[in-house]
């Protein structure tokens, strides 16, 4: 079956070369400083239809100052060119037709204050743009967005999840994050604290790429979320402060600067957070001992209190050697340290009465760092656009986590037990990438690269318990283990993009070997495994007319398991739910198609699509009684797991007053677990929504609101309930726009938590979690040198 879907979109991919093998028009150019004849890196360039309004196309400008808009039909256009600190640049009518074809058009921005008076533009750069593989969220032009964390932020991005545990899923699946289009440490366990702590105002844009090109790696179910932090190239010097302050002792503060006089560019930021988090947690079950058939009643009821602190620093430089050669050397410094408190009220009952009455406490002391470091040379071509560049990236990131626990017993009545689990986890990685652009011609382009990740994982746990005969405390073999996980992959990629006048069409093909080998110090056992993978992507776009535009993206795509669910030896953080990973657990395998429509006009915007994706080995947790006492979790893989969706991202703009984007999600699920003793498949329907609102109250005030609400969804053994969250903001501009005070309040109405259900043969569990959810933020911004854009606002929905 998925043979004959492949060779059918080849056949769609081929059909469209024989029909449309012809030129189309192209519009290209290099936008420099009117003042020092330097090309300008990210002006914004749009294209409009002469007589009307409407963006047909947006670019962004190289580091080189090259823009170029492709695959353009017959008519009449101008562009509009515009750079913070730099007046807006209006070209004259530009014209396409039989005779001409091509255009170069050439541009030089003035630095001075004074806009010109004959440009008036009425669009600015769109929240949400559309291009042949990816979904571009341009954080600036959200005002839900201030200097919160990437978590926050992410929230409001369309077709993006951020569950109570901070947790991000795109479409309802797993999804690999990346920072600026590398693969970092902390984005893999402890993504979800990490993103908690990443300052917003540090982030350029959010790309959504459900179905990557083979450019990119092919992990995660849903795609990659790529977070694309600001890197400011302006003259002169530039920066901006930022503080905010919130109930329970929150803040948190940032500043960043760049200094550029010409061929080198310095920049820099540094921010700090302090975070306060309260989660409580009931934990009901009903076990049934299969020998004796007796069922037993457990009670947890968890509070648990925790202070993450962190610190976060990136300092780098850039060197335009000359006009064809540049080098650059950046690094990143993240710390966080956190004092957790958990008290657990435990209780055990049967048809007798209760059997067991304790308390158990947790003290935990934690921190988190992450340092890397990024070498990249880049060499361009005589032609524009022409280039090769080799990037090298490591980084460190050890983890220590010292628990110590204590049970308090009420029944039986005994002395009260001790024990410790000190986890020591380092992870070192290393990136490097060759890669080769050629645009062979206005409408052709290819793509060559190779990437090589060596990746090393080391996961050391040491326990013991405390021993009244020797009134010491002694190592518990049960819970000291090492397991070290090494992962290399080499991969090459090529990809082939065309346009015509009307078709859009890119190619490629991505080639993985993966060596890994999973060794089990404690007993001295390497399990090994090693596989040769080919992974080809197809994207198509057809321009039905200037605001019509159909897409079809086929990926196959690969979501690997990480060292913790290979890791073979349990984790006793409650001795009554313990975690073991399965060093047997395969790779899932998926096939991802999607079609979409795009439309717009000069108020509102539709972009439709519908998605089906087929995963077979699919990961799945599974619970199940160990013993009387005691459950065991551990990671399975499904036979398969298909499913179907659709979603719509609107967007409305209502007389520059009312600005209103909204994003329905409907998704089909059917699980096949037959291999995991479940006899017949399950199926689900789950649908989300995502809103968010701003209104303009007046030319410096801005009210916004968001919600999200997402309903039940399926498991192999049961289901997470649905759940809702909404929240509200002001931002008031001031210093003349150099700065702004804002207010933002999330959970309103304190309705978000977590709901999970099981239900098996022998076990039945419901857990409700909850958090402080409600909080609120005062928040002041300033920015000095070239003004900047407005500050954003985001809410903290995470723990």
């Given at each position: ?273 302090q975070d306060y988090r309260l989660r409580l947690t009931t ?112 980084s460190h990131s050890p983890e220590v986590e010292d628990n ?396």
């Amino acid at each position: 079956m998925h043979k004959k879907l492949l060779l059918a979109l080849v056949l769609v991919f081929i059909f469209p070369f024989i029909l449309y093998a012809q030129n189309s028009g192209a519009i290209s150019g290099k936008i420099t400083d009117v003042t020092t004849g330097q090309p300008l890196e990210f002006v914004t360039v749009v294209l409009m239809k002469e007589g009307g309004n409407t963006v047909l196309k947006q670019e962004i400008t190289t580091g080189k100052g090259i823009y170029k808009f492709t695959a353009l039909a017959d008519g009449n256009y101008y562009l509009i060119a515009s750079y913070i600190g730099f007046e807006n640049y209006k070209t004259s009518n530009l014209i396409l037709n039989s005779t001409q074809r091509k255009l170069n058009q050439d541009i030089s921005l003035n630095s001075g204050a004074k806009k010109l008076n004959e440009v008036v533009v009425t669009s600015k750069k769109q929240l949400y743009t559309n291009s042949i593989d990816r979904k571009i969220y341009n954080v600036d032009q959200d005002v839900m967005a201030k200097s919160g964390s990437a978590s926050e932020v992410l929230q409001n991005v369309p077709l993006v999840q951020v569950d109570i545990d901070g947790n991000v899923s795109l479409r309802n699946s797993s999804a690999t994050i990346l920072i600026n289009g590398k693969v970092s440490p902390i984005m893999g366990k402890n993504a979800a604290a990490a993103l908690q702590q990443l300052p917003a105002n540090s982030i350029a844009r959010i790309e959504v790429i459900t179905n990557p090109s083979a450019k990119y790696k092919p992990d995660g179910t849903g795609g990659i979320i790529n977070i694309v932090l600001k890197k400011n190239t302006k003259r002169g010097l530039n920066g901006g402060l930022t503080a905010n302050a919130g109930n329970q002792d929150r803040y948190n503060a940032n500043v960043n600067a760049n200094y550029n006089p010409g061929k080198v560019n310095v920049f820099g930021s540094y921010s700090i957070k302090q975070d306060y988090r309260l989660r409580l947690t009931t934990n009901n079950r009903t076990q049934i001992d299969p020998a004796s058939s007796v069922s037993s009643y457990y009670q947890d009821d968890i509070s648990a209190k925790a202070r993450p602190f962190s610190n976060t620093a990136a300092l780098g430089m850039d060197y335009a050697i000359d006009d064809k050669n540049s080098i650059g050397i950046s690094g990143n410094y993240y710390f966080r340290n956190m004092h957790k408190h958990d008290f657990t009220l435990k209780k055990v009952s049967n048809t007798t009465g209760l059997i067991s009455d304790y308390d158990r406490t947790r003290t935990n002391y934690e921190y988190e760092r992450e340092a890397d470091g990024t070498f990249f040379f880049e060499h361009n071509f005589k032609k524009e656009e022409h280039k090769i560049r080799l990037e090298f990236n490591a980084s460190h990131s050890p983890e220590v986590e010292d628990n110590h626990y204590i049970n308090s017993y009420r029944v039986p009545a005994s002395a009260n037990q001790l024990d410790n689990t000190l986890i020591k986890q380092t992870q070192d990685n290393k990136q490097l990438t060759i890669g080769y652009e050629n645009p062979i011609s206005d409408n052709t382009k290819l793509e060559l690269g190779y990437e090589g990740q060596y990746n090393q994982q080391d996961l050391d746990f040491y326990g013991e318990a405390y021993n009244y005969a020797q009134q010491k405390f002694v190592a518990d073999a049960l819970k000291t283990n090492r397991f070290i996980y090494n992962e290399n992959i080499h991969a090459f990629y090529g990809t082939i993009e065309q346009s015509w006048k009307k078709f859009g069409a890119m190619l490629g093909l991505r080639g993985e070997y993966s060596d890994i080998n999973s060794h089990l110090i404690t007993t001295n056992i390497t399990i090994p495994n090693h596989y040769f993978k080919v992974y080809p992507t197809l994207h198509l776009t057809y321009d039905l007319s200037d605001s019509r535009e159909l897409q079809l993206n086929y990926s196959r795509r690969v979501h690997r398991p990480e060292g913790d669910d290979l890791n073979p030896f349990a984790e006793y953080a409650d001795p009554t739910n313990i975690r073991v990973g399965n060093p047997h657990l395969l790779p899932e395998i998926i096939h991802s198609i999607e079609l979409g429509y795009q439309w717009k006009n000069d108020n509102f915007s539709i972009l439709p699509g519908i998605y089906y994706r087929y995963k077979y080995n699919g990961f799945t947790s599974i619970t199940t009684p160990l013993n009387s006492t005691t459950l065991i979790t551990t990671q399975q893989n499904l036979v398969n797991d298909q499913a179907i969706g659709a979603d719509v991202v609107f967007s409305a703009n209502i007389n520059d007053k009312v600005f209103i984007n909204l994003t329905p999600n409907a998704f089909y699920n059917q699980l096949d677990a037959s291999n995991l003793g479940y006899g017949s498949k399950k199926n689900t329907f789950t649908w989300s929504v995502n809103f968010n609102s701003s209104y303009n109250l007046t030319k410096s005030t801005i009210m916004q609101v968001n919600s999200n609400y997402r309903s039940a969804r399926l498991t192999p053994q049961g289901k997470y309930l649905p759940s809702f969250v909404f929240n509200f903001g002001v931002r008031k501009d001031i210093f003349q726009k150099k700065g702004s005070l804002y207010l933002t309040v999330s959970d309103v109405f304190k309705t978000q938590r977590q709901e999970a259900e099981l239900s098996s043969p022998l076990l039945t569990q419901h857990v409700v979690t909850k958090s402080n959810s409600r909080i609120g933020y005062l928040g002041i911004s300033y920015n000095f040198g070239v003004v900047k854009k407005k500050k954003d606002l985001t809410f903290d929905n995470s723990l």
